[in-house]
């Protein structure tokens, strides 16, 4: 058993942008471990385990087909780190959000997520948190009872 590094956490959030870009949800549920749990506004319940993930992303990549996202900042401290992250693409598919399903708009989107994640002692990510604004993507979608 190994234990992780900041770098290497710092590397992981790295690798996890570049995948998410690349279109690979594969590549993206790889850097989770087995067991993971992620906390996220648009599930009830905390996805868990990498197919979950995977699922979670290929998601997003069928609603943004178009989807990038610009890592703006991380801070790692221990086996945690923070990333804040803008993604951008136009709404061409089913959107899943905690408010239920969006069919597409083509409507481009451009919202910022938080991601707080720990890393297990093998530096795959076993706990993550992410957090968006659902009211802000809801206005940009064209509900008129959530823009600001």
């Known amino acids: 058993m190994s ?9 992981v959030i790295h690798r996890w942008v570049a995948s998410f870009n ?11 471990g087995q ?8 599930y009830r319940q905390p996805l868990r385990g990498r197919k ?5 992303t290929r998601a997003y990549m069928v609603a943004l087909p178009n989807v990038s996202a610009e890592l703006n900042r991380v801070v790692v401290d221990q ?3 923070a990333a804040q992250v803008t993604v951008r693409g136009v709404h061409a598919g089913l959107l899943v959000l905690a408010t239920g399903t969006r069919p597409p708009t083509g409507r481009p989107l451009e919202f910022t997520v938080a991601l707080f994640c720990r890393f297990g002692p093998e530096g ?10 659902v009211d802000d993507i809801r206005g940009q979608l064209g509900d008129a009872e959530h823009r600001r």
Not at 35 to 42: E, Q, R, T
Not at 124 to 133: K, M, N, Q, S, T
């Open 79 to 81: 086996d945690c780190a």
């Open 3 to 11: 234990t992780s590094s900041a770098d290497q956490h710092r590397d």
């Open 52 to 56: 979950p993930v995977q699922d979670d």
């Open 22 to 32: 690349a279109h690979d949800a594969v590549g993206v549920a790889a850097l989770y």
């Open 124 to 133: 795959e990510i076993v706990e993550e948190h992410r957090y968006y604004d």
């Open 35 to 42: 067991d993971a749990s992620v906390v996220h506004p648009a």
